[in-house]
């Protein structure tokens, strides 16, 4: 899990990648939560996700926006992270060229600018966002939503009520050849405490399904 420095539009980002060992292996960026609420790459369900993707045998990226750990520049309430995280795909795709398909998956903060980032790079084929903030951004970007992919939500979520995001899963899943997996976790808060293993589970399970990958084939890729 070496630590890599990469140049970004506002600075140096500071991340962690892992290097599949297959050739053409699938990549996946990870987005982390709201920089001035204590989100950084390190956050529990972010370092969760990541860990995932490198057991399905992706090469998996995350890294800290800007003014976060490392990582130089200050925070742009939303555009330049969203920069940031053009400049990190960048990053990973120059690296993975020709990689056999492309995810990008957040939390929180990180799940809004995710899902900004699908509307800009029609390579990305999959996403993951856990408790995306729908009752305090506006996701009507997403017409038509570019991608299929995994939403999951806490039932007891104070912080982005489990009704906004059933309403978005619900408008996104009237759209013509669309459809979002949703989980809802019923004693699971904003936070996620003590769900990082369901989550871990939810998103193996939903990126297999996805793209029909073979435990025994996952397992080599992994290793």
Not at 32 to 55: K, Q, V, W
Not at 139 to 166: H, K, W
Not at 200 to 215: E, F, K, M, Q, T
């Amino acid at each position: 899990m070496p630590e890599v420095m990469f140049n970004g539009p506002d600075g140096r980002l500071e991340a962690r990648y892992h290097h599949a060992k297959a050739r053409g292996a699938p990549i996946a960026l990870i987005l982390h939560p709201h920089p001035l609420h204590g989100g950084t790459m390190n956050n529990r369900i972010s370092y969760t996700l990541y860990e995932a993707f490198r057991g399905l045998g992706f090469s998996v990226l995350r890294f800290n926006f800007r003014g976060v750990g490392k990582s130089q520049g200050r925070y742009d309430g939303g555009a330049g992270e969203l920069n940031d995280a053009c400049g990190a795909l960048d990053f990973l795709q120059a690296i993975n060229p020709e990689p056999s398909s492309l995810w990008v998956a957040g939390y929180s903060f990180g799940a809004w600018i995710g899902m900004q980032l699908l509307m800009r790079r029609p390579e990305v084929g999959g996403f993951i966002s856990i408790a995306p903030p729908a009752n305090v951004f506006d996701f009507s970007f997403l017409a038509p939503c570019p991608a299929n992919g995994l939403m999951i939500q806490g039932a007891q979520d104070t912080l982005v009520p489990e009704g906004s995001v059933a309403k978005l899963v619900a408008k996104l899943n009237t759209q013509k050849g669309v459809s979002i997996d949703y989980r809802v976790f019923d004693d699971a808060d904003h936070f996620f405490t003590g769900h990082a293993e369901a989550i871990s589970a939810a998103s193996i399970d939903h990126v297999r399904n996805a793209l029909g990958l073979d435990r025994k084939k996952v397992a080599l890729a992994a290793d």
